[in-house]
């Protein structure tokens, strides 16, 4: 697309910043047409809302959804049930995930902390594997 764009034009002109500007305008304008910007919705309920959330747990969550709108559009004593026990488990498996996940960069954390000490410690005295078995709690 560039090579057919005429910039005989932008030659002619004798200021540099003006023939700049004029060759990037016709470049871009290339640009946009050999690479159209494309648009691309995503549908809520198939994004993930934290990076814990798993594709198991975004299944789950749409079943929930399922079992709301049941509950809702048919409010059956058997309907109601179901979406109640459905989402406590829900519930508590999200927040038992969160949790874990947060336990995990606590000690991730709390074991690079102790390897920096390590390692200035290091200088003076090597480290054992008495050392690598107090960060592990072992």
Not at 5 to 12: C, G
Not at 57 to 63: A, E, P, Y
Not at 77 to 99: A, M
Request: contains cysteine.
């Amino acid at each position: 697309m560039l090579k057919d764009t005429d910039l005989e034009d932008v030659l002619k002109i004798e200021c540099q910043n003006v023939a700049y500007d004029s060759f990037l305008d016709k470049y871009l304008a290339a640009f946009d047409k050999s690479f159209p910007l494309r648009e691309r919705t995503f549908i809520q309920k198939y994004v993930k809302r934290e990076p814990w959330f798993t594709s198991g747990l975004l299944i789950s969550s749409i079943n929930k959804s399922r079992l709301f709108s049941l509950k809702i559009h048919k409010p059956t004593q058997e309907n109601i049930l179901k979406y109640k026990c459905y989402n406590k488990l829900y519930n508590k498996l999200t927040w038992t995930i969160e949790l874990l996940l947060m336990r995990i960069k606590i000690i991730q954390n709390n074991i690079s902390r102790y390897l920096k000490k390590l390692y200035v410690g290091s200088m003076i005295n090597p480290p054992t594997l008495k050392h690598f078995l107090l960060i592990l709690n072992l």
